[in-house]
């Protein structure tokens, strides 16, 4: 299959090295010829390292230019952080072509602004636009061109739009991920799985002192404390809350499977262990500058509180912590974060939503 990856982070080059291993023929898009130039040093190559050992995958291509990277993939992986959507998607919506599916993993409802970006440039006819709850890799790049992974995903859940091109959609995804995708509905059923969200605030706002005190932090490891825990807990049981309320039925991934041996959740049950045993994540982050602060604090608990007032209910733990986050970065985050109202979407009833989500009314 040919797979266009957009992004040079973590969970692009990932995709791009698992993906060339896998057979696909891929498409790296980087933004500068610089970083272009620097992959033809290697042969345009990803070296992955995992439990299993060292390999090398080659990408097909490597370019700067969005339309060449694009042209004739059946999928479009796009990993990139959301805070960068609005920037990205106006730039490659002139080049969507009917049959395509655009991955966003995970999305936070970006999926939405790149279908919103391809409707205006008038190529958004028979493209489908999805999201998922997670990276399907826990992973650090250590090198240029190298990438070391902990963990890949075993379940994604995955919501498409328009709904009524999911199923050619999760079959185009599921043949570049065999086995882990989950049909989830919408893609705001999809947005409601996120699980950085519930998994990053509290870690980050409640060891606040730790990660500006210390040269290196583990969030993961001395962070995660009994406290903090139960924070996660409440915070998890408000998005499902929503997500209820938003009429979408189990199962919802509660984030305790995750740390507990409950259903299998979206990582397997050795994920933690291997995230903590990597030391990977021992590290310094800036609260004002981190993805965990400007994608999941800001971006995505403005949009959780702005769906749970949609839907009428209170979610006073995730209002709480998205107001530090702002607090500490001197912002409001429900002004500055991607409420429903920054995608056109303020004063729209749950049932008006669910309707936009799938397609069936306009903005």
């Known amino acids: 299959m040919k797979i266009a990856v957009l992004g040079g982070g973590n969970g692009s080059l990932a995709a791009a090295g698992d993906f060339a291993l896998a057979g696909h023929d891929v498409r790296l898009w980087r933004r500068s010829e610089g970083d272009v130039a620097e ?20 990408m097909a291509l490597v370019t700067s230019d969005l339309a060449e990277a694009m042209k004739g993939a059946e999928l479009i992986l796009c990993p990139i952080p959301a805070h960068a959507h609005e920037d990205l998607a106006p730039k490659i919506a002139p080049f969507f072509e009917p049959g395509q599916v655009i991955y966003l993993p995970p999305g936070t409802l970006g999926s939405l602004i790149f279908a919103f970006a391809a409707e205006k440039a008038g190529t958004a006819v028979g493209v489908a636009f999805a999201e998922t709850g997670t990276l399907p890799w826990l992973v650090r790049k250590h090198g240029f061109s190298e990438v070391v992974v902990s963990t890949r995903a075993v379940r994604l859940p995955t919501g498409v739009y328009p709904l009524s091109l999911k199923d050619a959609a999760l079959k185009t995804i599921d043949a570049a991920f065999p086995g882990v995708i989950e049909d989830c509905g919408d893609v705001l059923s999809a947005a409601l799985m996120n699980a950085g969200p519930i998994i990053h605030p509290p870690l980050i706002i409640m060891n606040a ?8 932090w583990d969030i993961h490891n001395e962070g995660t404390q009994a406290s903090v825990r139960r924070t996660t807990d409440q915070l998890d049981a408000e998005r499902v809350a929503v997500r209820e309320a938003f009429g979408y039925g189990a199962p919802h991934f509660p984030l305790a499977d995750h740390y507990r041996d ?8 050795k994920s933690r262990a291997n995230l903590k045993d990597s030391g990977d994540w021992r590290e310094k982050i ?13 971006l995505g608990l403005s949009l959780l509180v702005s769906m749970a007032d949609a839907a009428g209910i209170d979610v006073h733990v995730a209002r709480s912590l998205m107001t530090l986050g702002g ?37």
């Open 327 to 363: 607090a500490i970065n001197g912002e409001d985050f429900l002004e500055t974060g991607r409420p429903l109202a920054k995608l056109g979407l303020g004063g729209k009833t749950a049932e008006e939503l669910k309707s936009i989500a799938a397609g069936k009314v306009m903005a």
């Open 262 to 269: 409950g259903e299998m959740w979206m990582y397997d049950r």
């Open 286 to 298: 800036d609260l004002t500058a981190h993805r965990y602060m400007m994608e999941d604090t800001k």
């Open 39 to 58: 992959h033809a040093k290697t042969g345009n190559t990803i070296t992955v390292r995992d439990a299993e050992g060292t390999r090398t995958g080659e």
């Open 209 to 216: 002192g730790p990660l500006e005190h210390f040269e290196a």
